[in-house]
């Protein structure tokens, strides 16, 4: 049997993780602050030529805000704190999700019918309408509270929302698997529950898992950029008069945030809009990708582990090849004379 | 005597299991409007976020207390609520004719996908699967985008976006509340075409000469309508969710978008936020058991393969 490779795979993640030490050595190493704004341009004799937004020119490739500051700086900057985020919560969904799914369907499945109602709003109100009503409060501009703490807060509801989600997956999954031939066999020749837990359904799990997070991450991301149009940045928003007018803008610079905040300016400066949203659609295409890619490789196993034999049965009979003696046959003659 | 005590045992019993998961629910739902009660937000810089369940009792008390206070006519009373009735049937001309649009548009797409060559048909399913995760808003930005642009290029106008003032578009929304659950949906058919393809009938089909087109209109479509209703779900909470935020971009006045959003931010009492969510989400989960009644009667009754 072929093995998958995972090569597209392989390349999107390398992509992606460029990208994230990029950002991440920005603040070490870039080039001049996006924070000090760049200034009006005048003309020879000191008249201003052009006010902020700057549309895309060889010095500012993306152009710049509407408070003069470099985009591509900016999404640089954005950039570690939106991957950051995504990863962490969807490696904490899949995690505690997983894990409780699969004690409670191989110990207690009687209250997965408690967990469902308590989690019922969850399935029924579209998750962006939970995020805003949990969110709300807190994300408020003008309270106290530290901005790491908002994010942390942040990341509990982002978790929560799409925790449900993963446990009744799981939870359906190993039910499934539980009732294939060869795990009620195990069951019947006395397997414990632990052991074919071990055994049997953990490895047929993992392939989904894997998928599912690559499904939370591109969830998480769709969640965040809707946060971002009811102004619920990643961190918060502050107000800071940067250049001549003060709007709403995310205190980290986040991706999603950046693309919320920058909305309205679609009709006049889309580059700025778009500079965000673009970087954030190459790392969609780039989940994406991987995505398509684990699940053709599942297909793939799924068709081909009908057709071939385990590795150990084909050794078997290769090392019994060895032994095979026309001595050992009894002709069928032989045979029928004997009985 | 024995068989009545028995029967009258396991009636108390489903009873109670009943009304505990009806609590379970209502507990669900204080927990989700006193969540943030659970943390404590009085730190200072460099502290990070503590549990605490001080507030906890309290909050949950005043939920449940407010909870009580339900009853049939406050709802009625809600409802009659004339911005509440016209936020309703606002809402809902978008949602419905979006509904209409992504159907007919799902099933263009599918037919054609699937009735090409093979090859040709391959390639068409890789691109759409880049569509299943993509953002909404990409395309509401990309559909705005191009709005601007024949406005300012050709100062020809196709639609009007904003709902400033009175005005309530109807057109825009429902294009961008449509487009990407109908490629969707289009998707889930080419799937489920695909899967169904393998099937016996199908090949017998082939071999008695009718042609592709009959097979997969007649036949085939008749067969895979219950793994599509499955899935029809998504596409109708994709669109759920596209309105909210289309309604709130956009500044649509008068929907059921705004008038939750005035009872998040500003409510003092819970239940005309939960009824207002109720008001928002009922006809579509009506829709969903509706489809799966539908779907039960006239296609696995007389099947039986498919359990839903």
Redesign the interface.
Known sequence: MKLPTYRKTKISLAVLLALLIASILYDYIGPGDYRSMLDQLYDENGDVLENPPYPPSKDYILGTDRDGRDNLLLILDGLKYTIAAVFIVSLARVAVGAMLGIITETWAPAIK??VK?????FH???????A???M???IFPF?E??V??KI??QL??LF?LGFPAVFFFTTDLVKEISTKPYVTSSALLGGSKFHILRVQILPHLKPHLILLFV?QV?QT??IL??LA??RLFLGGRHEEKIYNTSYPKSITNELAGL?GQN?WT??NA?WV??SS?GL??VI??L??VI??EIIANMDRQTEQSGLSFPKTKQQDIKEDGDNITSAKFIPIKQKVLDQ | MINGLWILKNVFTKALYIL???G??L???S???S??AI?N?D???????AISFDGVQLRLQTIFTQLMDFSFKDVFDYVKNPNVLDGFMNSYKVLGISLVAIIMLGCMIGFLVILLPIKLRRRFH?FL??F???????FI?II??LN?YLLKEFNFKVFSMYGFGSSQPVAFPVIVTSFLPAVLFGLYLIKCMEEEEQAHYVQLGYSKGLSRPYLYSVYMLRNILPVLSLKFRVIL?MM??NL??IE??YHYNITLTNQ??EQ??RGQHVLP?IYG?GIL?FPV?LLEYLIKLIVKETVIRKRGEFQL
């Not at chain 2, 730190?43 to 976020?49: C, S, V």
């Open positions: 019918a408690f109602a308590f989690f019922l709003p029924y109100v579209p998750l962006l309408l939970v805003v009503i949990l709300d409060a807190v309270n509270i530290p790491i703490v942390e807060y509990i509801v929560l499904q591109l991301l769709q950029m809707g149009i009811f693309t909305f679609l009709k889309p809009a778009f949203l954030l659609l969609f295409i989940v994406i995505k398509n | 505990a998961l009806i379970t629910f507990l669900g739902i927990f989700l409007l969540f943030t943390f937000f730190r200072k810089p460099g502290e990070h976020l890789q699967d880049y299943e995760g993509l953002p909404d808003l990409l930005f705005n985008m601007i909470y759920l969710s909210i935020l709130h971009m939750i959003i998040v931010f936020l969510i989400i989960i």
